[in-house]
């Protein structure tokens, strides 16, 4: 049970990197909808390099290059281009993805390097916790650093309150003084290198090996998004929608073993009818019909689901996907 | 006047040689022929007439899910779930077969209630994206993407599970249905008259719809600014749901027509990526229905030639996925580059 979940927080690595990256990003009011693509060429590209240099650490600084080379292109694109951020995201989603398995064919199935556990002295021989937490690998202790540092920079800096200023109202921190595109192109590429290192965080970590269409990485960029959704662009509650989704994934295999009825494939999809189930928590209450059905309810009950759905509620940076022009 | 007119032209061209140019690159550094590789697509989609009439068997569906993702992106909608629609209109037209093909009604009828039933399955489910969009507030991409991957395991379910084949159950799909189920096709190729001439008319028909009746201007309107439409009067999410109904009809029918003319069986990933190519026709034309045949046929050319390249030079027919996407992205680039060159003079 302990190995079991001591697991869900090292498979949990990638998603955290990818989801606080894009929380970041989204932050500073851009969407990087590429992410889907992106994560499967940085896998892809960060195996290949590790693979042929033996060395991990460039493997997932390549990760992290192409997290950022892509992020570029959408910055680009959308802040200096003014075209839709979605339609290139959604372009560069499917166009990494392609060039990922292309590229890939060569490195199919090989047996690849991976990340030594590192057990830290001392804390790992702390009861229950220290082999839950301290009896992990590199990346999955960074992806805990990743978190705090995120929530700590956006909700406890000066930089921070800018970031979410030029998110929020960038026309009101222009009037401020902030370089609002430039600042957006930074968060974007800073973003997107985070998001990058998911994966080879997965390609040399969770799954070590690069197996084409069968890696199982495919979906996995896009579920990341829900969860900056879902996690209403706030690193900690972010990552425990990361956590969750772990959880529930590794509990959708422990029972799966149990359950021989089902088969495998369908087990596999249930991520996303819950990534829709979740966003449908999350943005319900601002559905029209939900108010006037709450205006039906006696007073108490209106209150206490009214509680029950703001707590629920997530809204995005209200400059969120709008280009900004300073004139 | 005139000179806009070059510009854009040359703005166009020079993406077109960029993404070429980026493609060429790629295929250095894995060490092909460049110069061979694309004569070697052009050859695998117009070598000879068996090459051709896959082409335009590939054209068919792409011209359906091209047409129908032109009318949700007239409403502002991403539907990114066409790829689900497909699979679904896929499901119902096998679900229909499966159930009339042991009676006695006459072989056209059945073909007939498949493909409407397929029609039906994708309406349903592009309904469901919908109302996530219209009542939940989800947005569609996600609500699309999710139900692409639940359609998948559904079909993967059916084929391994209830309609697996006699035995036991395989990537290669259900029993394959009778010869009198099938589309009728042209004699010696796998070539249904019937399955083209519907998506050419489909096409015709968004096309007129959209430029030509009150319906689509009310629909350009609420994709332009939903707010100002619904003041104006214009039933805003009664639109949007349409909108969604009409694509997913033609998202089903593309895969009904997968169904009855070309496999004959129902096939794990039926949907093959024609939903996101028609995204991508729709992006690269942009949003001009008069252009979606010849570019569709571009499209379906280029997946038919890639086949080409696997067999001769060992080349992933992913290849030519890289080629349509790079060619979207530059254009978009190149749009975006021509109006900023615009507005700085």
């Known amino acids: ?327 | 006047m005139k000179k806009n007119i070059w510009i854009n032209i040359g703005f166009q061209a020079g993406a077109l040689a960029l993404a070429l140019l980026i493609t060429t690159l790629i295929l250095v550094a894995v060490g092909a022929p460049p110069f061979k590789a694309y004569v070697g697509i052009l050859g695998g989609a117009f070598g000879s007439t068996n090459k051709l009439v896959a082409v335009l068997i590939s054209w068919s569906p792409l011209l359906l899910t091209t047409a129908g993702v032109l009318i949700t992106f007239s409403a502002g909608l991403w539907n990114i779930g066409m790829e689900g629609q497909m699979t679904l209109g896929a499901i119902f037209a096998t679900w229909m077969l499966r159930l009339l093909q042991n009676t006695a009604l006459p072989p056209a009828l059945i073909i007939t209630l498949g493909i409407l039933a397929g029609v039906i399955g994708g309406a349903l489910w592009a309904s469901l994206a919908g109302a996530l969009k219209t009542f939940g507030g989800v947005n569609e991409i996600f609500g699309g993407l999710g139900l692409n991957f639940v359609s998948t395991a559904l079909t993967i379910y059916l084929v391994f599970g209830p309609w697996k084949r006699p035995g036991t159950g395989s990537m290669s799909g259900t029993q394959p249905f009778s010869r009198e189920l099938w589309l009728p096709t042209l004699p010696n190729t796998e070539l249904s008259l019937w399955a083209l001439g519907l998506s050419v008319l489909m096409v015709v028909a968004v096309y007129f719809l959209l430029r030509g009746t009150y319906f689509g201007l009310r629909l350009k309107a609420v994709g332009k600014n939903p707010k100002a439409a619904f003041l104006l009067g214009v039933p805003t999410w009664q639109y949007c749901m349409f909108a969604f109904l009409l694509c997913g009809m033609l998202a089903g029918l593309a895969g009904a027509i997968q169904v009855t003319g070309v496999y004959h069986r129902l096939l794990p990933n039926i949907s093959n990526g024609y939903g996101f190519l028609g995204l991508l026709v729709a992006m690269l034309i942009n949003y001009q229905a008069i252009w979606a045949a010849p570019v569709a046929f571009f499209f379906a050319a280029l997946n038919v030639g890639s086949i080409q390249l696997q067999i001769v030079y060992k080349l992933d027919s992913s290849f030519s996925g890289v080629l349509q996407d790079l060619l979207v992205l530059l254009v978009l680039l190149g749009e975006g580059a021509r109006q900023r060159f615009l507005r700085r003079q």
């Open chain 1, 1 to 327: 049970m302990l190995i079991g979940l001591a697991g869900v927080l090292a498979v949990a690595a990638p998603v955290l990197f990818a989801v606080v990256g894009e929380t970041i990003t989204e932050r500073a009011g851009v969407i990087n909808l590429s992410l889907n693509g992106m994560i499967l060429l940085a896998a892809m590209g960060g195996f290949v390099v590790t693979y042929e240099t033996g060395s991990l650490l460039l493997g997932f600084l390549s990760g992290m290059l192409i997290g950022a080379l892509v992020a570029f292109i959408v910055a680009f694109s959308s802040i200096t281009l003014h075209q839709s951020q979605v339609a290139v995201g959604f372009v560069l989603a499917l166009a990494c993805r392609d060039l990922a398995y292309f590229l890939g064919v060569p490195y199919m199935n090989l047996p690849g390097p991976r990340l030594p556990v590192w057990s830290i002295p001392l804390l790992r021989d702390i009861p229950v916790l220290g082999s839950l937490f301290f009896r992990q690998d590199l990346m999955t202790y960074l992806s805990y650093i990743v978190i705090f540092l995120a929530w700590l920079w956006i909700f406890r800096t000066r930089p921070g309150l800018l970031l979410q200023g030029i998110g929020e109202r960038p026309a009101a921190a222009f009037v401020r003084g902030a370089n609002v595109n430039l600042m957006r192109y930074v968060y974007t590429i800073i973003g997107g290198a985070i998001s990058g290192l998911a994966g080879p965080a997965y390609s040399l970590n969770v799954k070590a090996g690069w197996m084409g269409i069968q890696s199982g990485l495919d979906g996995f960029g896009w579920i990341a998004l829900s969860i900056t959704i879902f996690g209403g662009w706030n690193p900690l509650r972010a990552a425990f929608g990361a956590y969750l989704f772990s959880f529930l994934q590794w509990l959708g295999l422990v029972l799966q073993a149990r359950l021989t009825g089902i088969p495998t494939q369908v087990l596999q999809v249930a991520p996303f009818p819950l990534m829709i189930l979740t966003l449908l928590l999350v943005n319900i209450s601002d559905a029209e019909w939900v108010g006037r059905m709450l205006a039906a309810l006696p007073e108490g009950t209106r209150r206490r689901v009214a509680k029950l759905l703001r707590t629920m509620r997530a809204s995005p940076p209200a400059g969120l996907g709008v280009p900004f022009e300073s004139e």
